[in-house]
């Protein structure tokens, strides 16, 4: 029994296997049978259903199969990817029915309009240009999120990172639809700081002024260089290479440069990592050439970089450039110059080969220049040094591209080479980015000479896209309003040469210093152009009109304002204004210059700066001088953050043809030059009336110590100074000899008293001086160590200006 019972549970299991096994074989050979059929069966019509705009016949041309062909499933798939591919569907299915295929489709809608809202910091043609979605294009969702980035890239470039964008639609009839961008434009985000990290040959204040981004301020709405921006960071970051290699640090290296926004979003800090590397000094320098007939001893004038001299990177490269231009006069157009350095480490030098080959036989079939939508083409032609059909030179092209980066009209630069028709020719695509050029600039301030001080000016640096300079300006305080509008041509006649004009008014009041008020209007005609390097020339053609007045001091009518029978108002300028009027036209022709080897151009540690400048009045006109005016001064770095400065400045004027030096033209001195008195505190004065009369001749010298401030965080940008003036005004003009004891014929009271020597007026002193975000404030306190009993001192001094 027990044994037929497991012969019964084993044939049922056997049966069950068997009544599973058998029927699923026939499922799957007859659902084979069905896909070969199906996969087999000829398409015999396609049907488009669900199009509006789109024609059938377009739809049926995306499909990968046709009428008479099997039915695929492969090919289906590929032919849906097609169509969604084309973005004018927002839905595709495709199905067959018998023979017969049907294609479906929901078309994207047309958009009717494009509407931006809540924009007020960006107009809205600036968007309309950045989003590529326009009128009567198909809407697709793809491209809105494209445009959303697009718009979000555009405030962040305002330095506005909490913008949000959200894309609506209206729905219209006829399939089309409105696209409504509602934008958040949020706050805008600025930089709140700028840190640097390993740098010591330069304060973090020295190097903010080098980069082109700058911290927030009292008025960074007026300009956008507070905003933090991407790409202008990256131009930092190559601004202070260039600027370490120009001041001897060849292995200098910017091995970071980040920003981080702050916990509550508002602004971010900028962080740049330096590795300086040590200070080098040209070593030997020498050319050497390859080419046969160039003579490279003849070639060593053009070298500017000289042994013993700080390395400077930029003067390696102009001097390539410089041989280069040489060797191509000479008649080898394919000459190519390379600089070798050899640093020795140990004696912290790096000597300089320049090698003279031949370089490939390439000519530039065509130059293309885009981007320049307002900038004209001469303007980029003209910083080429080569033109098409000329060899290519690839040095040239390089200081070509870097000539335009400095014009400071174009955000971005790029050359690009790509081959000719032919092997042996080249086509350069130019690529620009152009950015604004215009600036509105305002300055604000105090001085204790004038009071509250102040400036507004309007600038275009590009004006019409011709690469010229125009600005108007109107400066003024309680003491002084001049307006000036000047015009630069920065490359007249297409040389280097820079010309331009500056109309200028000026009204300047000195009663409380001289006893009287003076204007003076005109116009300058003005020529310059680099005799070298570091040289500088400038010419000048001056016409103005002058005029000279005497305000009353006090109500009386006849200026006694003591009662004491004696007029209180300038004698020597009644005298003046009586001899040859209270007006004069000067016509003056000038020159100067200017040789300049600091190391930083606003806050040097080291170098010097020279100028010489000479002007004549008499070419026509009333009056008739000669003038000459000097200036030197000199920085010394006597540790890593102490700097020692001299300063040396002088003139003379003199006038000639019988003429006598007029009060307006003379110099008058005071704290600006030896500080420790007042504004035209010492110098030839009328003892009665305390006025200064002004001199002929002066000279002053200042030896200054600069340090940072003990237990300051360098941050702050506070420093101190201890300095000691010294210098001399004298030589009156002859009115004022021929006048000094003069008494007045009515009372025989006397009414003018000339006081004047050479004595070297002297002081000491400490300087506070701070970088603050409105712009450099200094603070003097100066006690006078030699002077006159009639000169007028000041213990304390203090200005502050700012340039936005």
């Known amino acids: 029994m027990v044994q037929l019972r497991i012969m019964s549970i084993g044939g049922l299991r056997l049966l069950l296997w068997l009544a599973i096994a058998i029927p699923s074989g026939l499922v799957a050979q007859i659902a084979a049978v069905s896909n070969a059929a199906h996969a087999q069966s000829v398409v015999r019509d396609?049907?488009?259903?669900?199009?509006?705009?789109?024609?059938?016949?377009?739809?049926?041309?995306?499909?990968?199969?046709?009428?008479?062909?099997?039915?695929?499933?492969?090919?289906?798939?590929?032919?849906?990817?097609?169509?969604?591919?084309?973005?004018?569907?927002?839905?595709?299915?495709?199905?067959?029915?018998?023979?017969?295929?049907?294609?479906?489709?929901?078309?994207?809608?047309?958009?009717?309009?494009?509407?931006?809202?809540?924009?007020?910091?960006?107009?809205?043609?600036?968007?309309?240009?950045?989003?590529?979605?326009?009128?009567?294009?198909?809407?697709?969702?793809?491209?809105?999120?494209?445009?959303?980035?697009?718009?979000?890239?555009?405030y962040r470039r305002q330095g506005r990172f909490a913008a949000s964008v959200e894309p609506k639609i209206i729905e219209l009839e006829q399939s089309r639809v409105n696209l409504v961008f509602e934008i958040n434009e949020g706050g805008s985000t600025k930089v709140q700081g700028i840190n640097f990290v390993g740098n010591h040959a330069f304060s973090d204040a020295q190097l903010r002024d080098i980069i082109s981004t700058t911290q927030t301020g009292w008025f960074d709405f007026l300009k956008g260089t507070s905003v933090y921006d991407p790409d202008?960071?990256?131009?930092?970051?190559?601004?202070?290479?260039?600027?370490?290699?120009?001041?001897?640090?060849?292995?200098?290296?910017v091995t970071a440069a980040n920003a981080e926004l702050d916990r509550q979003g508002t602004g971010f800090y900028m962080n740049f990592a330096i590795d300086e590397g040590e200070r080098y000094t040209f070593g030997n320098v020498t050319i050497e050439s390859s080419l046969p007939g160039a003579d490279a001893q003849t070639m060593i004038g053009e070298v500017l970089t000289h042994q013993g001299d700080i390395y400077n990177g930029a003067d390696v490269d102009k001097t390539v450039e410089k041989l280069t231009l040489l060797t191509s006069e000479q008649g080898f157009a394919f000459a190519r110059v390379r600089p070798r350095a050899m640093p020795d480490p140990a004696s912290r030098t790096i000597s300089m080969a320049y090698l003279i080959d031949e370089g490939p036989r390439i000519y530039i079939e065509r130059i293309n220049v885009s981007g320049n939508l307002r900038t004209k083409n001469y303007v980029i032609f003209r910083e080429f040094r080569l033109a098409e059909g000329d060899a290519y030179n690839p040095m040239l092209v390089d200081r070509a591209k870097k000539r335009l980066s400095g014009l400071g009209f174009f955000k971005s630069v790029e050359i690009k080479r790509r081959p000719g028709s032919t092997p042996d020719r080249v086509i350069l695509d130019v690529e620009l980015v152009e950015q604004s050029t215009g600036e509105l600039s305002f300055g604000a301030?105090?001085?204790?000479?004038?009071?509250?001080?102040?400036?507004?000016?309007?600038?275009?640096?590009?004006?019409?896209?011709?690469?010229?300079?125009?600005?108007?300006?109107?400066?003024?305080?309680?003491?002084?309003?001049?307006?000036?509008?000047?015009?630069?041509?920065?490359?007249?006649?297409?040389?280097?040469?820079?010309?331009?004009?500056?109309?200028?008014?000026?009204?300047?009041?000195?009663?409380?210093?001289?006893?009287?008020?003076?204007?003076?209007?005109?116009?300058?005609?003005?020529?310059?152009?680099?005799?070298?390097?570091?040289?500088?020339?400038?010419?000048?053609?001056?016409?103005?009109?002058?005029?000279?007045?005497?305000?009353?001091?006090?109500?009386?009518?006849?200026?006694?304002?003591?009662?004491?029978?004696?007029?209180?108002?300038?004698?020597?300028?009644?005298?003046?204004?009586?001899?040859?009027?209270?007006?004069?036209?000067?016509?003056?022709?000038?020159?100067?210059?200017?040789?300049?080897?600091?190391?930083?151009?606003?806050?040097?540690?080291?170098?010097?700066?020279?100028?010489?400048?000479?002007?004549?009045?008499?070419?026509?006109?009333?009056?008739?001088?000669?003038?000459v005016n000097a200036e030197g001064r000199f920085y010394y770095p006597i540790s890593e953050k102490i700097t020692f400065v001299g300063r040396a400045t002088g003139g003379h004027i003199e006038g000639f043809g019988g003429d006598d030096v007029r009060l307006?033209?003379?110099?008058?001195?005071?704290?600006?030059?030896?500080?420790?008195?007042?504004?035209?505190?010492?110098?030839?004065?009328?003892?009665?009336?305390?006025?200064?009369?002004?001199?002929?001749?002066?000279?002053?010298?200042?030896?200054?110590?600069?340090?940072?401030?003990?237990?300051?965080?360098?941050?702050?940008?506070?420093?101190?100074?201890?300095?000691?003036?010294?210098?001399?005004?004298?030589?009156?003009?002859?009115?004022?000899?021929?006048?000094?004891?003069?008494?007045?014929?009515?009372?025989?009271?006397?009414?003018?008293?000339?006081?004047?020597?050479?004595?070297?007026?002297?002081?000491?002193?400490?300087?506070?001086?701070?970088?603050?975000?409105?712009?450099?404030?200094?603070?003097?306190?100066?006690?006078?160590?030699?002077?006159?009993?009639?000169?007028?001192?000041?213990?304390?001094?203090?200005?502050?200006?700012?340039?936005?």
């Open 445 to 627: 301030g105090y001085s204790t000479a004038e009071g509250v001080i102040g400036d507004v000016s309007i600038s275009e640096r590009n004006l019409l896209g011709n690469g010229q300079f125009l600005r108007l300006k109107l400066a003024g305080s309680l003491e002084r309003m001049q307006v000036d509008l000047s015009f630069t041509e920065p490359r007249f006649l297409d040389r280097n040469l820079s010309a331009g004009f500056d109309l200028f008014h000026k009204e300047v009041d000195q009663v409380r210093e001289a006893g009287y008020e003076s204007s003076r209007t005109g116009g300058t005609l003005r020529l310059g152009f680099p005799l070298s390097e570091s040289l500088w020339m400038q010419t000048g053609y001056t016409l103005d009109y002058s005029t000279l007045d005497i305000p009353s001091r006090c109500d009386n009518a006849k200026g006694d304002c003591n009662g004491d029978g004696i007029r209180d108002i300038n004698a020597l300028v009644i005298e003046e204004i009586k001899s040859r009027g209270d007006a004069a036209l000067t016509s003056s022709f000038g020159t100067s210059l200017t040789f300049d080897k600091r190391n930083h151009p606003k806050d040097p540690t080291s170098g010097y700066w020279l100028q010489l400048a000479t002007d004549m009045a008499g070419l026509g006109g009333d009056v008739q001088y000669a003038r």
């Open 46 to 154: 396609i049907r488009v259903e669900g199009n509006r705009r789109v024609e059938p016949e377009t739809v049926r041309s995306y499909l990968q199969f046709s009428i008479g062909q099997g039915y695929d499933a492969g090919k289906v798939d590929k032919s849906l990817q097609a169509l969604f591919a084309t973005g004018l569907f927002a839905d595709v299915s495709i199905d067959q029915e018998g023979d017969t295929v049907v294609v479906y489709v929901i078309e994207n809608p047309v958009i009717n309009q494009v509407a931006f809202e809540g924009n007020s910091e960006v107009d809205t043609d600036t968007l309309k240009a950045e989003v590529q979605l326009k009128p009567r294009s198909v809407y697709t969702r793809a491209r809105v999120q494209g445009d959303v980035q697009r718009i979000l890239d555009v």
């Open 232 to 253: 202008r960071m990256n131009l930092d970051r190559e601004l202070l290479r260039q600027f370490y290699l120009k001041n001897g640090y060849a292995d200098v290296r």
């Open 664 to 804: 307006t033209d003379l110099y008058y001195r005071g704290g600006e030059t030896v500080r420790g008195f007042d504004r035209a505190g010492f110098g030839p004065r009328d003892r009665i009336t305390g006025d200064a009369v002004g001199g002929r001749t002066y000279w002053a010298t200042t030896a200054e110590v600069r340090f940072p401030l003990p237990f300051v965080p360098d941050d702050l940008g506070l420093t101190g100074a201890v300095f000691a003036d010294a210098g001399s005004l004298f030589n009156a003009n002859d009115l004022a000899k021929s006048m000094s004891g003069r008494r007045d014929p009515v009372t025989n009271a006397v009414i003018f008293d000339l006081e004047e020597d050479t004595t070297i007026r002297s002081s000491v002193g400490v300087s506070i001086m701070w970088s603050s975000p409105v712009g450099p404030i200094r603070m003097d306190f100066a006690k006078a160590l030699s002077k006159e009993a009639y000169d007028e001192e000041q213990f304390f001094r203090f200005g502050a200006s700012s340039k936005f």
